[in-house]
T-cell receptor
Framework: GAGVSQSPSNKVTEKGKDVELRCDPI?????LYWYRQSLGQGLEFLIY????????KSGLPSDRFSAERTGGSVSTLTIQRTQQEDSAVYLC?????????????FGPGTRLTVT | AQSVTQLDSQVPVFEEAPVELRCNYS??????LFWYVQYPNQGLQLLLK??????LVESINGFEAEFNKSQTSFHLRKPSVHISDTAEYFC?????????????FGQGTTLQVKP
């Protein structure tokens, strides 16, 4: 079956512009996670959604970052007024349910470059 | 808060030699432990995990890891590596009490298997 998909695969943007990154989780998975993989910081948790519950935003690095999940499926991560330090690979993962017993399946990532 | 330290950023090894990738964690609460692998040009995949029970866990492709609570370690080992094991390996923990699946990753170790 189809895995987690992310779009675009690559995004180059100018400093100060807003960007939107999209994640399509595996059908039927209620939990969705966003992570960021950057040279200086390694792999960092950003935010996660479980069903219709309020998301856990504890990993978002600043208020320029936000995410939403519409209809319990597709998620969009938005970065406003991008900065060069936002350059990274943004990974999305989904699991059947939020919890450590359930494997997270990762998408291929979106490589964001801020010039 | 939890943190994960992978002591080696790169590990070069010859084919059929044994390898150990080191992982130590710091946490004020009990954690679950994971190893993820990222093959070249592929997404992150779960390699193995420790949730409870036997402290020695194995993967289907010959890797094993042992949870050592006293040393707060979860080192990954393989007695004989193949060229195809060349990849980046990430150690991760999650907080047992929250059971959200939220992962805290180490910086990663690049395993380079040489012929």
């Amino acid at each position: 079956g189809a895995g987690v998909s992310q779009s675009p695969s690559n995004k180059v943007t100018e400093k100060g512009k807003d960007v939107e990154l999209r994640c399509d989780p595996i059908s039927g998975h209620t939990a969705l996670y966003w992570y960021r993989q950057s040279l200086g910081q390694g792999l960092e948790f950003l935010i996660y959604f479980q069903g219709n519950s309020a998301p856990d935003k504890s990993g978002l690095p600043s208020d320029r970052f936000s995410a939403e999940r519409t209809g319990g499926s597709v998620s969009t991560l938005t970065i406003q007024r991008t900065q060069q330090e936002d350059s990274a690979v943004y990974l999305c993962a989904s699991s059947l349910v939020a919890g450590d017993m359930y494997e997270q399946y990762f998408g291929p990532g979106t490589r964001l470059t801020v010039t | 808060a939890q943190s994960v330290t992978q002591l080696d950023s790169q590990v070069p090894v010859f084919e059929e030699a044994p390898v150990e990738l080191r992982c130590n964690y710091s946490s004020s609460v009990s954690v679950y432990l994971f190893w993820y692998v990222q093959y070249p040009n592929q997404g992150l995949q779960l390699l193995l995990k420790y949730l409870s029970g036997s402290t020695l866990v194995e993967s289907i492709n010959g890797f094993e890891a042992e949870f050592n609570k006293s040393q707060t370690s979860f080192h990954l080992r393989k007695p004989s590596v193949h060229i195809s094991d060349t990849a980046e390996y990430f150690c991760a923990v999650s907080d047992q009490s929250s059971n959200t699946g939220k992962l805290i990753f180490g910086q990663g170790t690049t395993l380079q298997v040489k012929p």
